[in-house]
């Protein structure tokens, strides 16, 4: 079962949905902004895109400007950050089994089906 972390009001991730709905794929779509991810469940997802917590955040948010940007964290602490402002996460990700993927650009899907 191919998963999208979705955000129905990001242009990129409307494209991820549209992209996979064009090659015939139906995923399950998670909300992550109505369902948070706890951060046991962050964690699983930064191993299955190979990256370290800051890689996925994205740094353009106000949270990150105002509490992250500059500031000496751990991965722990980045990690229980995006668990509690999941506006943190980069978006759209396409999860398929143990592998997934940040979406950007759309065509990065196709590494994981």
Do not use: W
């Not at 991965?75 to 940040?102: C, Q, S």
Request: overall charge neutral; aromatic content about 4%.
């Amino acid at each position: 079962m191919i998963t999208i972390l979705h955000n129905p009001r990001c242009s990129k991730s409307r494209l991820g949905l549209q992209y996979l709905e064009e090659k015939g794929i139906t995923p399950m779509v998670v909300k992550y902004l109505d369902v948070q991810l706890n951060a046991e469940e962050i964690n699983q997802l930064l191993k299955k895109l190979n990256m370290k917590p800051k890689d996925l955040m994205r740094t353009g948010e106000d949270f990150y400007k105002k509490e992250i940007k500059g500031k000496d964290l751990t991965n722990e602490e980045l990690v229980h950050a995006m668990a509690e402002n999941p506006k943190l996460i980069e978006r759209p990700i396409v999860i398929n089994g143990d592998k997934a993927v940040v979406a950007r650009p759309t065509e990065k899907i196709d590494e994981v089906l």
